[in-house]
């Protein structure tokens, strides 16, 4: 069994007095135990950036990286048994310390059919300011065995063109990987991060072996703004596919979202979702997050404050909102501000349940401490909202994930004196 990380029995205390200061009126019902799963190698080491993939059966991959003089590294570890046991950390980046990630752009892992596992990060080229490729690594054996890295972008070859990251990946109803990412190359030659940028994407149909041309996604996309791709199944079995990414155009960074019924090969929906009309001259770093079921879903994004927001009366306020959506019409009901109880909302993410939907932000805890949290709450089907379970202190970055109807997954990097340490907990409900 892994080692019991130091301070967990007063960090579930902690967790209970908080949840229990939500509103009343919420009638969800409430996690009932949580057990903190932190691998035993990552209790002492520092890391950030994790991320989460979980599959129905219980197999947990876990994505963080590490960083010294030489760089940023890219690992991944494995759970076969819903967190009882790891497998030994495996760096995924074949050329040492040669890894781009940060809150909004990480290394990401999605599980397929039969055990396959594919992983994405940005691989940084020998030189260059912001000068990145889409890596992607793919395992047919649970992460027992990994192939080669590939490189997923097709303008490797105009050196100019530098710009990639944001990668968002998940595996379509077909058994391929797909991966979309943010993209600059419609700005070679500028310096940097690009004022507006772009959305491609490629699929595999060989377990990564291969991949397709890069097809154009979204044009005129925030270009520090993380992405979020989900699939779906439509009734016949085919892929439906939902990419949430935030607009630049006119340098406003209202929330937008593309929807394949074709499993990619075109996107027969792009809307707004919502007009919050918030312009900013500047980069939000903070992406939306999406769920997608067939035809229709949820849609979770922030919206922060303008300079000139004093001559746009009507402006919702800074803070994190949630809408359904369905297909033909985008946002398909009322916005719902989900800040309530959690002061400073911002960084959401969403992860679909089996009934319902996992909703979650990064924030602080009203009646808490200063230091921010990762809390976590469910979207019932009949839109109840459970309260607020609240998680860690001194929280940069956080990830969800779904297993099944009554479990949940959350990991998140913190704060710990002088370093920054990854947790990952799993969540049950009666």
């Known amino acids: 069994m892994p080692r019991t990380p130091r301070r967990l029995a007063a960090a579930l205390f902690t967790l209970g007095l908080l949840a229990t200061s939500c509103s009343p009126t919420q009638r969800g019902t409430p996690w009932t135990r949580v057990s903190e799963l932190t691998p035993p190698f990552l209790v002492d080491q520092s890391a950030a950036d994790p991320s ?25 570890a494995v759970s076969t ?5 790891w497998s030994e950390p495996e760096r995924l980046n074949e ?45 047919t054996d649970a992460g027992r065995s990994w192939g080669v890295a590939r ?11 530098t710009y990639h990251g944001f990668i968002a990946l998940d595996v379509l109803a077909d058994g391929r990987p797909y991966v979309a990412w943010i993209d600059g190359r419609f700005s070679a030659g500028v ?21 397709t041309a890069n097809a154009l996604v979204a044009g005129e996309v925030c270009p520090c703004c993380r992405l979020s791709v989900q699939s779906g199944v439509l009734p016949d079995g085919s892929s439906s596919l939902a990419v949430a990414y935030r607009t630049a155009q006119d340098d406003l960074r209202d929330p937008r979202l593309a929807v394949s019924y074709d499993g990619g090969r075109t996107y027969d929906d792009d809307t707004l979702i919502s007009e919050d009309r918030w312009k900013l001259d500047g980069c939000p770093s903070m992406g939306p997050a999406v769920t997608i079921e067939g035809e229709r879903g949820q849609y979770l994004w922030y919206t922060g404050e303008s300079p000139d927001d004093s001559h746009l009366p009507g402006r919702p306020a800074p803070g994190v909102y949630l809408v359904p959506w369905q297909r033909g019409t985008g946002a398909s009901g009322p916005k719902r501000a989900i800040g309530d109880s959690l002061l400073e909302a911002a960084r959401p993410m969403l992860a679909r349940l089996d009934h319902g939907t996992l909703v979650a932000a990064i924030g602080k805890p009203v009646g808490g401490p200063e230091r921010k949290v990762l809390a976590v709450r469910r979207l019932e089907p009949d839109g109840a909202l459970s309260p607020w379970l609240y998680l860690g202190s001194g929280v940069k970055s956080g990830a969800v994930a779904s297993q099944g109807t009554a479990s949940a997954w959350a990991a998140w990097a913190e704060l710990e004196g002088e370093r920054t340490r990854v947790r990952v907990t799993r969540l049950t409900r009666r």
């Open 151 to 161: 490189l997923v972008n097709d303008d490797r070859g105009d050196r100019s063109s």
């Open 191 to 211: 310096d940097g991060e690009p004022h507006v940028a772009d959305i491609f994407s490629s699929t595999s149909a060989d377990l990564g072996a291969h991949w």
């Open 81 to 85: 048994d819903s967190g009882a046991r």
């Open 95 to 139: 050329a040492a310390g040669r890894v781009s990630s940060y809150t909004e752009s990480r290394p990401v892992a999605a599980w397929g059919p039969d055990g396959m596992l594919v992983t994405a990060w940005a691989a940084a080229r020998e030189t260059g300011k912001d000068a990145d490729d889409i890596a992607v690594r793919v395992s």
């Open 52 to 76: 989460l993939a979980v599959d129905p059966a219980g197999r947990v991959a876990l994505t963080w990286v590490t960083r010294d003089s030489l760089g940023t590294d890219a690992w991944i």
